[in-house]
């Protein structure tokens, strides 16, 4: 793997996964991304309960715009979303349920 983070080319998510948790280490950042990710968690809640896609929408709100914030202003980094979608997304939803558990902390 390449010395630099941005140019390792990861291959698969366990590889990606301390790469992620290296761009998440502002306990704000990492409060604005559990915010986010509780929020989809709930829209989809809502969209099933009330039978009403429309709350879907507000998906991209959630995940990406707390996420973004707490990397433009707080961790001062960019997003690996642009770069590796999947783990990234697979990667949020990990350090959600370890922030849940107690397994991570807010401030790591």
Do not use: C
Not at 30 to 51: C, M, N, Q, Y
């Amino acid at each position: 793997m390449a010395s630099d983070p941005r140019a390792a080319r990861y291959t698969t998510l366990k590889e990606f996964f301390p790469f992620h948790l290296s761009e998440h280490r502002n306990a704000t950042s990492r409060i604005l991304h559990f915010i986010g990710t509780s929020l989809i968690a709930v829209w989809i809640v809502l969209a099933i309960v009330a039978r009403n896609a429309t709350w879907l929408r507000m998906i991209p709100v959630g995940g990406y715009g707390f996420a973004w914030v707490g990397h433009v202003f707080f961790e001062r980094n960019r997003p690996a979303t642009f770069q590796y979608p999947t783990y990234s997304l697979a990667s949020d939803f990990i350090l959600f349920w370890r922030l849940l558990t107690g397994r991570e902390r807010f401030r790591p």
